[in-house]
């Protein structure tokens, strides 16, 4: 199995190094500094949530109510801040929203055993149908003032590196170690591999799937704040996106099964990069926006394919309502 | 026809007799200081009491919509007309369910906005055949229904166009645009409306332009991308202020305010308009004026409701006045609105 895995993340990285550098012999002005840090900085948010599904991909599971828990608390923040509540009340507000939307999620799919697709997918619409009747007025949330003090996660650059990648590369560290040197991290493959193995032995296995929402809905909620701090508003319209896909397609496409238990942070990490190189070159082409998503598709179907050849369902572990 | 003749013979007859009364009651009445009775009052009460007029916005939670809906309401509530909403919340097919519904819900009036020219317009023009009378705001239908009430995006295009390439004059005259949705009306006339400006200044290269799906998002990854291959653009027509917050982020994040001129367009907002006007954001924002477009709006409804034609007889186009908002007006009251005073 590990020479399958092995194979996958090395095609795709073929492939970004191939791509790469086809646009940068073919493309004039791809291959300099300045271009590939907007490249960069052009993933960084989905490179953030992609490490976040990563997690709970590799757990087995697919969060699909990610972009709502993006939109709505850090909507929120911002918001509550607009409307004249201390920032402390706000943020405190936002956090407990998250984390209680977390636990919801997992406490579904762990205990009520819902599967996480059907789970996720009901529970981002409901997520995303609250902010727009309970908190939003309009669906572009202006960045506050009071706010600018902890903007500087998301605005400006540190020697010349945009903000929005350093916090893509906080995320890389945070969620390599969690994965690699934490028991969280050992259990998580363990029950991603195998979950009636894993709780035959004595992982807990059902806090270990409520951890593992609450900390994707934690990281989106924290890729919503790096946005809105970059653009200056945060624009709530975005749960009605096709975002969603094009962070499973990073997920998939770096090789992290979703069959569960395989994968790392270095598969997300080379799924951002291809889409990324992929994006910016379509952009200085000048692509249509149609013919940007086309290509998306087809590759993100490719992906899939190559997926299910090289991490086949595992017939004495597969569940119904597994993806 | 002949029908309708004589009714509208008698009601002239009527009409006269009446004139005629009055003509004479008026001497009486004026001699002892009292009011007279206006007679076209009650039939103007009458043909709109408790009518119904149905919105299905492209979605409920953007300023355009509420400035509208809140306009309409303001002015038509207080004579007993009943409002009924049906928020598409930007997804095409439920706007099309919900007009579709309307059809045999039969309300007196649907005043709508397209999401693109093809979806709704067989639904408007049924709508119609059906007595509905169909009022479009700002994004038109293919088909022609009784009003249409909105900017005329190919003036738009023209007018962002010029200003763009008049602040382009000695520079590197690469400009790059920003569309909304392809196939929006909105989008796709006012790029019309540019390529016409464009065909007379063969000296301006346009290095970019690409729809960014009324996406702020998008449109600073976009904008991000070209301005990195382009540090010397000069200039960025952009289709929706809505959007082009995430077009200007870009441009300030590239330390570039100031030399890439950016025109935008919008509602005119206090918000979106004239504070990002004022803030330098954007360069200039033309305004379609969301107020005055609801009044345009709620005009063409008393007179659709009064005049008694027959629906999708008598069609009308209403285009807004655009307001160009730039630094020198942008802090003059009343250019902008704000939503909750409207």
Redesign the interface.
Known sequence: MSSARLSQQTIVFGIFIVLFLVFSLLLP?FF?A??I???L??VAILGILGLGMAIVVIGRGIDISMIAALAVPPGLVLQMVNDGYPVSVSVAAALALVIVFGLVNGWLIAYAEVPSLFTTLASGLFLAGLG?VAF?????V?WPPQLDAIAGFG?GSIVGI?MPVVMFGLTILVCAFLLRYTRFGTYLYATGDNPLGARTIGIPTRPLILRQYVFAALIAAFAGMV?AA????M????Y??TMIYDVILVVVLGGIGLSGGRGGVLNAVTGTLLIGTL??GM??L?????AQNLIKGVILLIAILIDSVLNPRNEETAQQGDI | MSFNHRRHLSRLLAGGILCAGLAAGAGQALAQGKGLDEPFRQPYLKALEGKTVAYVPLAMNVDLMQGWYAGLKKELEPLGVKFVLRDANWSTNAGAQAVTTLLSEKPDVIVVQNPDVQTYAKLLQRAEASGIHVVQINMRSSYNSSAYVGADWIEMGEKQAAAVINACKGKSNKIAIMQGQLSAAASAYTLTGVENVLAKHPEIKVVSSQAADWDATKAKGIAQTVLKQHPDLCGIIGFWDGMDVGTAAAIQEAGLTGKVFLATSGGGEQTRSCDLVKSGAFDVDFSYDVPSQAGSMVTMIKWLLQSGVKPGTAKGSIYTTLIPITKENASLPGTCWSLGKS
């Open positions: 002005g300099s300045s271009n840090v907007a490249l900085q052009n727009q939003f007025k309009l669906d572009l202006p605005r945009p946005m970059s653009i200056g508003t624009q709530t319209r975005i009605n996106s994006l910016n952009t200085i000048d692509m249509s926006y149609s």
